[in-house]
């Protein structure tokens, strides 16, 4: 029996506590940052605004930014009933999907090494691969798009008047599951080579932190309307 097939003591098994490494998943270099843990990648993935959606359009590579929203075991991605790649996913019935990459990455530090070629970055990163498929139901359509708004915020969709059906139907969401996923991460301070350390050139880390300012309320908010408590909690 492969560890993967063993229970832990709390009767969860590995497989239920990390993705299965794949070819696409395994980087070429630096084999030793990637992980499988599923914990860890749900944590990178939430923290995030913004994700990367790349895909093959007439036999050229596209990437686009965009908003997204993890559900479980599953991330939407939002954008517009125009968008071709939305078209393209499809809903798996009528239409095959559409075979993205998916990634999201998080700064954390610039790695300043004594020489030019050791100079790196401290990260986070996830990388999903899989077929997207439009989302066509309407009950999952307002569940992630509820997901979306509360990726920038959390707790902001209940503070926040639902679409109704009008933007429904101008708003496109494709849903891909997390079957194929990795994270990566680089920590720690630069790699000098022994013979560099006597280099009189500073080497370290210099963090790189977000961080949120005061909210601003808008010029016509009615001046009765208290700051919402998801807000204040930032």
Same mark, same amino acid.
């Given at each position: 029996?492969?560890?993967?097939?063993?229970?832990?003591?709390?009767?969860?098994?590995?497989?239920?506590?990390?993705?299965?490494?794949?070819?696409?998943?395994?980087?070429?270099?630096?084999?030793?940052?990637?992980?499988?843990?599923?914990?860890?990648?749900?944590?990178?993935?939430?923290?995030?605004?913004?994700?990367?959606?790349?895909?093959?359009?007439?036999?050229?590579?596209?990437?686009?930014?965009?908003?997204?929203?993890?559900?479980?075991?599953?991330?939407?991605?939002?954008?517009?009933?125009?968008?071709?790649?939305?078209?393209?996913?499809?809903?798996?019935?009528?239409?095959?999907?559409?075979?993205?990459?998916?990634?999201?990455?998080?700064?954390?530090?610039?790695?300043?090494?004594?020489?030019?070629?050791?100079?790196?970055?401290?990260?986070?990163?996830?990388?999903?691969?899989?077929?997207?498929?439009?989302?066509? /139901?309407? $009950?999952? &359509?307002?569940?992630?798009?509820? @997901?979306? #708004?509360?990726? =920038?915020?959390? +707790?902001?969709? !209940?503070?926040?008047?639902?679409?109704?059906?009008?933007?429904?139907?101008?708003?496109?969401?494709?849903?891909?599951?997390?079957?194929?996923?990795?994270?990566?991460?680089?920590?720690?301070?630069?790699?000098? /080579?022994? $013979?560099? &350390?006597?280099?009189?050139?500073? @080497?370290? #880390?210099?963090? =790189?932190?977000? +961080?949120?300012? !005061?909210?601003?309320?808008?010029?016509?908010?009615?001046?009765?309307?208290?700051?919402?408590?998801?807000?204040?909690?930032?």
């Amino acid at each position: 029996m492969s560890a993967a097939d063993t229970s832990t003591a709390t009767g969860t098994s590995a497989r239920d506590e990390a993705y299965a490494p794949t070819d696409r998943t395994v980087p070429t270099r630096n084999r030793g940052r990637a992980s499988y843990d599923k914990a860890l990648v749900h944590a990178i993935l939430d923290e995030a605004y913004v994700c990367h959606l790349g895909f093959v359009r007439d036999g050229a590579p596209v990437v686009l930014p965009t908003l997204f929203g993890r559900v479980g075991e599953r991330l939407y991605v939002h954008g517009s009933t125009g968008s071709r790649p939305l078209r393209a996913a499809g809903d798996g019935v009528a239409a095959p999907g559409l075979p993205v990459c998916l990634t999201v990455t998080h700064l954390d530090g610039l790695v300043l090494a004594r020489s030019a070629f050791h100079h790196s970055l401290n990260y986070r990163s996830v990388v999903v691969h899989g077929t997207a498929h439009q989302v066509t /139901d309407p $009950e999952e &359509l307002r569940v992630a798009l509820d @997901a979306l #708004v509360d990726q =920038v915020v959390p +707790g902001r969709s !209940a503070e926040s008047r639902p679409a109704n059906a009008k933007e429904l139907a101008a708003t496109a969401v494709i849903r891909l599951d997390l079957d194929e996923v990795s994270a990566k991460v680089r920590s720690g301070g630069p790699n000098d /080579d022994a $013979e560099d &350390l006597s280099l009189p050139y500073w @080497a370290g #880390v210099v963090p =790189v932190r977000g +961080g949120y300012g !005061a909210p601003i309320p808008s010029d016509d908010l009615d001046p009765s309307v208290a700051l919402p408590a998801h807000l204040a909690a930032l």
